[in-house]
């Protein structure tokens, strides 16, 4: 019983310490952490990132954020655009087509913010979910999102340890330029071993397995989902209900995605390319 009391405890005591980080990082972008929180919950938005990174991180090692990138769907960028101008004061710098360190097919527009020294990017995805550029990421250290009620980190074990494996996509589809480059880059000098070879990064079952439940996530052919047991999802607030309903927009569609690339196994090397889907 002492046990269970404790556990509770310290549940609650990690809990309300990542709640406070979390609203410290808003924070610094925004005067009403609720009003913001109201607006990803309602409109199924996303923050990521290195924002979402440095939550993701223990806070002796976090990176600073020097500004806020806020993923949402078509049909909700003029309201999130408008919260951020109207509430905030924030004003329209830019607004761009892409995201040239990403190149990510599945953004279709950028508005740049600013406020003083403080930026906002507001990342417009024509995919029905807002998680679909951040699976096209130069890298695994960077697919992390914050939601409105959690922290979601794609591959946990190669962030906790400051390794990142290089998105294959990047130079198999001729998407690597300087600028990629020089983001690779950032990481390395932050701290982080990044590896196009997965081995490289720590063992894994492999493609080879035929028995898929045995598979591990951190193979790149392995197909992954948002929901699977390979992601690590920390709930920091309670989700809207009416009745036995939740009310909460984001949890209405559910990705999958496969890095895939060269085969991991020795023989077959030809390179096979990525796909994600909405699976719900």
Same mark, same amino acid.
């Given at each position: 019983?002492?046990f269970?009391?404790t556990?509770?405890?310290?549940q609650?005591?990690i809990?309300?310490? /990542?709640?406070k980080?979390?609203?410290?990082?808003f924070r610094?972008?925004?005067?009403d952490?609720?009003?913001?929180i109201?607006?990803?919950?309602?409109?199924?938005?996303?923050?990521?990132g290195?924002?979402?990174?440095? =939550?993701?991180?223990?806070?002796?090692?976090?990176? *600073?954020?020097?500004?806020?990138?806020? &993923?949402?769907?078509?049909?909700?960028e003029?309201?999130?655009?408008?919260h951020?101008?109207d509430?905030?004061?924030y004003?329209?710098?830019?607004?761009?087509?892409?995201?040239p360190?990403?190149?990510?097919?599945?953004?279709? +527009?950028?508005?740049?913010?600013?406020?003083?020294? $403080?930026? #906002?990017d507001?990342i417009?995805?024509?995919?029905?979910?807002?998680?679909?550029?951040?699976l096209?990421?130069?890298?695994?250290?960077?697919?992390?999102y914050i939601?409105?009620?959690? /922290? @979601?980190?794609? &591959?946990?074990r190669?962030?906790?340890?400051?390794?990142?494996?290089?998105? =294959?996509? *990047?130079?198999?589809?001729? +998407?690597?330029?300087?600028?990629? @480059?020089? @983001?690779l *880059?950032?990481?390395?000098r932050?701290?982080? $071993?990044i590896?196009?070879?997965?081995?490289?990064?720590?063992?894994? %079952?492999?493609?080879?397995?035929k028995? %898929?439940?045995?598979q591990?996530?951190y193979?790149?052919?392995?197909?992954?989902?948002?929901?699977?047991n390979?992601?690590?999802?920390?709930?920091?607030?309670p989700?809207?209900?009416?009745?036995?309903?939740?009310?909460?927009?984001?949890?209405?569609?559910?990705?999958a995605?496969?890095l895939?690339?060269?085969?991991?196994?020795?023989?077959? $090397?030809?390179?096979? #390319?990525?796909? *994600?889907?909405?699976m719900?």
């Amino acid at each position: 019983m002492l046990f269970a009391q404790t556990r509770i405890k310290n549940q609650e005591g990690i809990t309300e310490y /990542i709640a406070k980080r979390h609203a410290g990082l808003f924070r610094a972008y925004v005067h009403d952490v609720d009003a913001l929180i109201k607006v990803l919950d309602c409109t199924g938005s996303l923050v990521s990132g290195s924002s979402a990174l440095s =939550l993701v991180q223990a806070e002796a090692q976090a990176i *600073m954020t020097q500004d806020m990138d806020f &993923y949402v769907t078509e049909p909700f960028e003029a309201e999130v655009a408008r919260h951020f101008k109207d509430k905030e004061g924030y004003v329209s710098k830019q607004d761009v087509k892409k995201k040239p360190e990403y190149d990510s097919s599945a953004i279709s +527009k950028i508005i740049k913010l600013a406020k003083g020294d $403080k930026k #906002i990017d507001v990342i417009t995805t024509h995919w029905t979910c807002a998680i679909a550029p951040i699976l096209q990421f130069h890298s695994t250290a960077v697919m992390n999102y914050i939601t409105a009620q959690s /922290i @979601v980190c794609l &591959y946990p074990r190669w962030t906790a340890a400051s390794m990142s494996f290089v998105n =294959l996509q *990047m130079y198999l589809n001729a +998407k690597t330029n300087l600028c990629m @480059v020089e @983001v690779l *880059m950032k990481y390395i000098r932050r701290g982080f $071993k990044i590896s196009a070879d997965s081995f490289r990064l720590g063992d894994h %079952d492999c493609e080879e397995n035929k028995e %898929d439940s045995k598979q591990s996530g951190y193979c790149p052919h392995k197909i992954r989902s948002m929901v699977d047991n390979e992601v690590l999802k920390w709930d920091f607030r309670p989700m809207q209900t009416l009745g036995d309903t939740s009310i909460t927009c984001q949890d209405m569609r559910v990705m999958a995605w496969c890095l895939r690339g060269f085969e991991c196994a020795d023989g077959n $090397k030809e390179a096979t #390319i990525s796909y *994600m889907l909405v699976m719900a």
